[in-house]
């Protein structure tokens, strides 16, 4: 029976335990293909999809889906996947709930290779029995190289970006997939879409493809692979409507047009074709391959100035040449008079105050990005700490790690909406808090909504509650709050999802359905309006820090 052709994925949250399993062991000595990894169990779900991996390492603890739920999804789609176990959980349910998945072995941590080599020579030989048994077996098997080359190609950008490809490798990998670049002097471009808003949410509608339907965003991805044909050039689809494009340099012949023509006319075209809005940040240029990863920096610094609206579609690393060395503003800025102003409760003055503090901050029309982010996201920190010690209790509207949050703003406007609706954020939980200790009503009613919180809370159930109409309730906690009550619940359950987020307890799924959220999508929308991420980037971003 010939060895070949089998498929192997690796999927485990720990990059330490993902890079030792795929170069530890020899798996072409095993006639077994490495096809990727996948760091939690949503990136192993689609990798399986697209893949069809026949066997699966999989460790059982994961963000976003689990060992075992993914076993559960893959199974009862049909697909065909050998699936090993790891875990550091000695735990009988486990056991027994991987044997009722059909998984092929339940491994414990720490796992000794000759056992793991072992265990998968076993699965192997089950896959190639199966095969023999299946007459399309060789037409299944053209197929899926076909998918496994292209998707490996994929992969090669990020693990280029990050430097996990030995140099010495590189002109395999580049030469086996027949990829379109050489390991010569290259460059990173990034280029970011921004999707119209709209108020009516397209049925196909997907929250992870950056609310951009599923077949323009297929669209828009066959577009900027048919126009790169032919060009030194690789790309790939990221989070937070973003495109990695890698090229070699020159782009183009001597005399036609170069590599900032070409994305200004790409940007040009999906403008008028999808009603899309998009600028591209070229990198620095670097000698090799290897050195991507500096070019890679200098995109994304490049790529923030693309907040300000007089810039070009196409932005280059003139720009971070440019700009002027911030003046110390250490001193004279009003951090003293704008806390004053939130512990009295005066919105309007809160406003006038954060403008004067931004306009300080604008001292040349397009001051450097971080610096923005930097100064904005100390004054929120500033500002939660020092109303912290005065109260002694924790804000529940602090946004967190607000740096990146303002990173992921469009623009300058977003910036100033975003940091004013935090401020005044602290204003309404303070007011909540004063009015709380005085009056029976609302601390019968803040009551009611910590303890169905996860319950679709319904404005008619607190006015039985506390045996007032409707109309008359809505106008008294108005009165008395300064605050529009179905706002306030809005921004409360954000709050509370954030914390649910935080602790793993829930996907963000789960939580948009305890919420009361009618769909995912509308839970997405008002959580990256708070926050600044959408609710799984906010789980992955915070369990990785929490990791490291």
Known sequence: ????????????????????????????????????????????????????????????????????????????????????????????????????????????????????????????????????????????????????????????????????IPEHEIHDLLDRYSLPISNTSSCVVLLKYKVPSSDAEADDEDPETNSLPFSEYTSLKEELKHSLKGFPAICSFTGDHLITIICNLPFSPAGSPGLKDFLAGFIGMIAKKFAIKAHAAIGETVQSLIELSDSYKSALKTLSYSIYSEMPAVITTQVLKNSAEPPNLSQGLPYDSILDSILQGNTEHTVELFNQFFSRLMYIPAPPPNYLFSMCNYLLLDMNQRIVKYTGVPLQCYPGDSYHALQSLENVDEIKRWMISALLGFIAELRIRSVQKTDPIIESVMKYIRQNIFKKIRIEDICTHVGLSKSYFTTYFKNKTKLNFRDYILDLKISYAMEQLRTSKHTPSELAIMLGYENYRSFNRAFKNRTGYTPSDYQRKYLFNQRG
């Open 1 to 164: 029976m010939e060895r070949n052709n089998i498929s192997l994925l690796i999927a485990d949250d720990e990059r330490e335990i993902r890079s030792g399993l795929s170069r530890a062991i020899d798996w072409a000595k095993y006639n077994i293909s490495l096809v990727g990894t996948a760091k939690d169990g949503t990136e192993a779900y689609a990798a399986i999809q697209q893949l069809k991996p026949d066997i699966v390492i999989t460790d059982i603890k994961m963000p976003g889906i689990d060992g075992l739920t993914l076993v559960k999804k893959i199974t009862e789609e049909k697909q065909i996947c050998k699936f090993i176990i790891l875990s550091g959980f000695a735990d009988f349910e486990y056991a027994q709930k991987a044997i009722q998945y059909h998984v092929r072995e339940y491994l414990l941590k720490p796992i000794a290779l000759e056992e793991l080599v072992s265990t998968v020579n076993r699965a192997l030989e089950e896959v190639l029995q199966e095969r023999a048994n299946s007459r399309e077996s060789s037409i299944k098997m053209e197929k899926l190289k076909q998918a496994r080359a292209a998707a490996r190609r994929q992969q090669l950008i990020p693990e280029l970006l990050y430097q996990e």
